[in-house]
């Protein structure tokens, strides 16, 4: 199966600006693309369930040092279809 190469990669800066997404600004991908790299690190060197347990750890800090976080981005990912979000990046 060939791939569309026409499709805009969703989280490439062009594809982030013409969403007009305010919390995606060029500063916050390069923020957002270090920790994946460092989560995707710690997968290779310590395995998932280590990286797993960092995750849930450090999000646990942030939710108790921000406790707004959590009711926004809970409300945020009830509008969001993270099975498609996987399908697009996947596919893409």
Do not use: W
Not at 25 to 37: E, G, L, Q, S
Not at 51 to 78: G, Q, W
């Amino acid at each position: 199966m060939k791939q569309n190469t026409s499709r805009q990669n969703p989280m490439s800066i062009e594809a982030i600006n013409e969403r007009n997404l305010p919390f995606l600004t060029p500063r916050n991908v390069v923020a957002i693309y270090t920790v994946v790299h460092i989560l995707l690190q710690m997968r290779r060197d310590l395995g998932v369930e280590a990286m797993l347990e960092y995750m849930e750890t450090y999000l646990a800090c942030l939710e108790r040092d921000n406790p707004k976080f959590k009711k926004t981005i809970k409300m945020v990912l009830s509008l969001m279809d993270v099975e498609k979000m996987y399908r697009d990046a996947v596919e893409s």
